[in-house]
Nanobody, 123 residues
Framework: QVQLVESGGGLVQAGGSLRLSCAASGRTFSSYAMGWFRQAPGKEREFVIAISASGGTTYYGDSVKGRFTISRDNAKNTVYLQMNSLKPEDTAVYYC????????????????WGQGTQVTVSS
């Protein structure tokens, strides 16, 4: 497993942008697919976006298509979530997750999780 630490959360106005980072420990980061999930107050955690180990394949949750992008820098053991055109409904704790092998979109498929970073979008 890898250890994951998210950063970059904060307060932003609607229509603004934020970039989250997730730094991973370990020497095998390049063999892990990475994902972002989020959990809003009173709601279940939901899939946001994911990227394959090589970076060649990405999956998007329906609510973020066209607004969010994911990228990774395997040399830096880091994955990024670029969030544009933010909406108040994007307010949530955002979690980074990792799994060895193929990219996935289900929470149950990811075995390593970060502590989360809060994103708050004001209207």
């Amino acid at each position: 497993q890898v250890q994951l630490v998210e950063s970059g959360g904060g307060l932003v106005q609607a229509g603004g942008s934020l970039r989250l980072s997730c730094a991973a420990s370990g020497r095998t980061f390049s063999s892990y697919a990475m994902g972002w999930f989020r959990q809003a107050p009173g709601k279940e955690r939901e899939f946001v976006i994911a990227i394959s180990a090589s970076g060649g394949t990405t999956y998007y949750g329906d609510s973020v298509k066209g607004r969010f992008t994911i990228s990774r820098d395997n040399a830096k053991n880091t994955v990024y979530l670029q969030m544009n055109s933010l909406k108040p409904e994007d307010t949530a704790v955002y979690y980074c997750a990792a799994r060895p092998g193929n990219v996935a979109t289900r929470e149950v498929d990811f075995g390593s999780w970060g502590q989360g970073t809060q994103v708050t979008v004001s209207s």
